[in-house]
């Protein structure tokens, strides 16, 4: 049974930093690429970041580029979203994915706000 459990949210103030880490299981994490999404309030769920199941390649949304930055330990079964410089706009619950499954998390809340 695969399982994807998010954390690290919070409340931070603008140009602060957060790390959500997601912890996989139930699947071969190692052979897997995996994406961070996000759903502010009132808008749709939106795709943020990209990392192949090697590492080699990693995809961002143009509004995170520079900012944000993914990484995995397959060693832990963990993905990570390291976030820099917040802004009020990245406010949203944010959502740790398995294409190849389409399987998501329950999310965690990240808040941006002074």
């Known amino acids: 049974q695969v399982q994807l459990v998010e954390s690290g949210g919070g409340l931070v103030q603008p140009g602060g930093s957060l790390r959500l880490s997601c912890a996989a299981s139930?699947?071969?994490?190692?052979?897997?690429?995996m994406r961070w999404y996000r759903q502010a309030p009132g808008k749709e769920r939106e795709w943020v970041a990209y990392?192949?199941?090697?590492?080699?390649?990693?995809n961002y949304a143009d509004s995170v580029k520079g900012r944000f930055t993914i990484s995995r330990d397959n060693a832990k079964n963990t993905v990570y979203l390291q976030m820099n410089t917040l802004k009020p706009e990245d406010t949203a619950v944010y959502y740790c994915?398995?294409?190849?499954?389409?399987?998501w998390g329950q999310g965690t809340q990240v808040t941006v706000s002074s």
């Open positions: 994915n398995l294409p190849r499954l389409n399987s």
């Open positions: 139930g699947f071969t994490f190692s052979s897997s690429a």
């Open positions: 990392i192949s199941s090697g590492n080699s390649i990693k």
